[in-house]
C-alpha cells in the first residue's frame, strides 16, 4: 500500500500540539509529536536574581504554577542547604495536593470524555448513559467537575492569596503560617471534594475504594450497581467497550521523581529522595522498581530547533538557544529528555506504580500499559490524594504555632547550584538554577510533558508519545480518534513544554 501522512492539530490540550503520522493502509508506522511554540522562560531568567524564578516560573503555566513554585523553592534551598519548617513543607503539599486534583478532575471530564460522544460511537449501549453524563457543558458530572473543580484550588488562595500565579514560596518556609480558620476552611474544602467524589466519581467511600488491591476485586467492584453507573464506571465500561485497553502502550518504563515532600525529610544535606510516596524507575515487562537517580537525567535536542550538540546533556550543562530550521529533519520545540539511555513515561500511572498501589501494579501486570489505565490510574490518585490532605491536615494542627519561615542567612543565595523535582499533574517536572555572583547564570526546567511528548533523540529512539500512536490501526484516517484518545490520556501540557514563532501551514485534520 501507498503511505500517506497526515497533519493533525488538537484542541482540548494546554498549549499548542500538532501530530504528524504517515500511514500505510490505515495503520500508524510514523509519528512526530510537534510544539509548535517556543516562549523562553529559561533564557528569561538568565541574569535575574535567584529568587526571581519564584515569580517568572509559576506563569510558565496557568494550570501548574503551584508546581512549578515548589519545584523552583527546592531547587534554591537545596543550593543553599538551608533548613525548611515542618510546618511550610506541610501547606506546600496541601496546596500542590489541591492543585493536582483540580487538574486531574478537569483532565479526566472535560478534556478526556468528550471524545464519548462523537458519532462514531452512536451505536455503543452505554451511548445515551455517556452522553448524559460527559456532554461538554451539558452532561450532569461536566457539570459536577466545574463547581468541584473550582472549590478545591480555593485551598491554594488561602495560603498563596491567589489562584494560579501564586508566590508564597520562599526559600526556608512560606510567607504565612497556617491558622485556626485556615484549618477549618481548608477542612471543609477538602470534606466537601470528597463528598462529591464518592457521589459522583466513584459511588462508594473512600475508604472502600483505596481499600481495593487488585484487577479481580476491581473488576468484581465494578460489577456492583452503585459503582458502574459512576463516573468512573461509565468511564471504565466505556473505555474498554471500545478498546481503549488494547492501543496507547508507549514506553515500557515509568519515571516518578517521588511525591509530596516528607516535613521532616526534607532538610539538608538534601541526599536521598524524600517523597512520602518513593521515586523509582518501574519496569513494565518484570515489575522491577529501581532507585531514582537524577545524575543520568539528560536532554537531546537532535531533532528540536535549537542550536545543536552532540548526544544527550545533563541539565547542568544543558542549553536552550534556539535555532529554527523549517523544512529539515527537526520538528519541534520539545527537547527529549531522556533518563540515562531509556524512553520513560511520567505521570499519575508511573507515580502509582513507583508507589506501589497494588490495584494498578495488578492492573499493568495483567494488561500491559494502555490508554484506559493511565486515565484510569488518573482518577485512582485523585482518591489517593484526597486521603493524604486528610492526614496533612491533621498534622498541620500539630503544628499550628511552629516556625513557618526560616530566614536564609546573608548571601546564601550568591553562588552555587541546586535542583528541586517534584511530582506535578502530569509528572515529574524538574528545575536545575546555578548562581554566579548573585545571578543566575543557567536555569533548565524539564516538564511532565517533555519526557512524554519528546521527539526522537540523537540515537533515533522516538519519545514516548510516539511510541504510543505507531501500530494503530485507525477506523477512519480522515477522523483518526483513536489517536485523540491516546495522546489525551497523557494530559498534554505543551505550554509548559516548549521552550513565539506561529504555525508553519495550515492543517487539514483537527481531533
Not at 354 to 375: F, H, M, Y
Not at 413 to 432: F, I, M, N, P, T
Not at 458 to 471: D, N
Request: glycine share 10%; with cysteine; aromatic share 10%.
Amino acid at each position: 500500500m501507498s503511505r500517506t501522512t497526515l497533519n493533525i492539530d488538537f484542541n482540548r490540550v494546554e498549549g499548542d500540539l500538532e501530530f504528524q503520522v504517515d500511514l500505510d493502509g490505515n495503520r500508524v508506522v510514523d509519528a512526530r509529536c510537534v510544539g509548535t511554540l517556543f516562549r523562553g522562560f529559561e533564557q528569561l531568567l538568565i541574569g535575574r536574581a535567584p529568587k526571581d524564578g519564584l515569580v517568572i516560573t509559576p506563569r510558565v503555566c496557568g494550570i501548574c504554577g503551584t508546581a512549578h513554585l515548589y519545584t523552583a523553592a527546592l531547587a534554591l534551598e537545596r543550593m543553599a542547604q538551608l533548613p525548611v519548617s515542618p510546618h511550610a513543607t506541610l501547606v506546600r503539599n496541601l496546596c500542590l495536593m489541591a492543585e493536582n486534583v483540580q487538574s486531574d478532575l478537569r483532565q479526566s471530564f472535560l478534556f478526556f470524555t468528550p471524545d464519548f460522544v462523537h458519532p462514531r460511537y452512536a451505536a455503543q449501549p452505554l451511548f445515551a448513559d455517556i452522553e448524559a453524563a460527559f456532554a461538554p457543558m451539558k452532561g450532569r458530572i461536566v457539570r459536577s467537575t466545574l463547581a468541584a473543580s473550582r472549590k478545591v484550588v480555593e485551598l491554594v488562595a488561602i495560603y498563596g492569596g491567589q489562584w494560579p500565579h501564586s508566590s508564597y514560596m520562599l526559600p526556608g518556609g512560606i510567607t504565612r503560617g497556617a491558622t485556626a480558620r485556615d484549618l477549618m476552611d481548608c477542612q471543609d474544602i477538602v470534606d466537601r471534594t470528597i463528598e462529591w467524589y464518592e457521589l459522583d466519581v466513584i459511588g462508594d467511600s473512600l475508604d472502600n475504594w483505596l481499600a481495593l488491591d487488585s484487577a479481580d476485586a476491581f473488576f468484581s467492584w465494578l460489577d456492583a450497581a452503585p459503582h458502574a453507573a459512576s463516573a468512573l464506571g461509565l468511564l471504565t465500561r466505556f473505555a474498554r467497550a471500545i478498546g481503549l485497553h488494547h492501543i496507547g502502550a508507549g514506553a515500557r518504563y515509568f519515571l516518578s521523581a517521588g511525591s509530596w515532600h516528607d516535613p521532616l525529610r526534607w532538610q539538608p544535606p538534601y541526599g536521598e529522595p524524600a517523597g512520602l510516596l518513593p521515586a523509582g524507575l518501574y519496569h513494565a515487562d518484570h515489575g522491577q522498581l529501581d532507585a531514582f537517580n537524577p545524575d543520568i537525567i539528560n536532554e537531546h535536542v537532535r531533532h528540536s530547533w535549537y542550536h545543536p550538540y552532540p548526544g544527550g546533556r545533563h541539565p547542568y550543562i544543558g542549553e536552550t538557544v534556539p535555532d529554527y530550521q523549517p523544512d529539515t529533519d527537526r520538528y519541534t520545540w520539545a527537547k527529549a529528555p531522556r533518563y540515562g539511555d531509556k524512553v520513560i513515561e511520567t505521570g499519575p500511572l508511573a507515580e502509582l506504580l513507583t508507589g506501589g498501589d497494588q490495584l494498578i501494579v495488578s492492573l499493568l501486570a495483567l494488561e500491559g500499559p494502555n490508554a484506559w489505565l493511565r486515565q484510569f490510574a488518573r482518577l485512582r490518585r485523585t482518591g489517593l490524594t484526597l486521603h493524604l490532605m486528610k492526614q496533612h491536615l491533621a498534622e498541620l494542627a500539630r503544628q499550628l504555632g511552629t516556625p513557618h519561615y526560616l530566614p536564609p542567612p546573608a548571601g546564601a543565595l550568591d553562588q552555587g547550584e541546586g535542583y528541586g523535582l517534584v511530582q506535578a499533574a502530569r509528572g515529574s517536572l524538574g528545575h536545575w538554577i546555578q548562581v554566579t555572583d548573585g545571578r543566575i547564570s543557567r536555569y533548565q526546567i524539564v516538564t511532565p510533558t517533555a519526557w512524554n511528548a519528546s521527539p526522537k533523540d540523537s540515537a533515533g529512539q522516538h519519545g514516548h508519545w510516539e511510541e504510543s500512536v505507531i501500530g494503530v490501526e485507525l477506523a477512519d484516517p480522515a477522523d483518526p480518534i483513536e489517536i485523540g484518545h491516546i495522546v489525551r490520556s497523557h494530559d498534554p501540557c505543551l505550554v509548559c513544554t516548549v521552550h513565539f514563532v506561529g504555525r508553519a501551514e495550515r492543517h487539514r485534520y483537527g481531533v
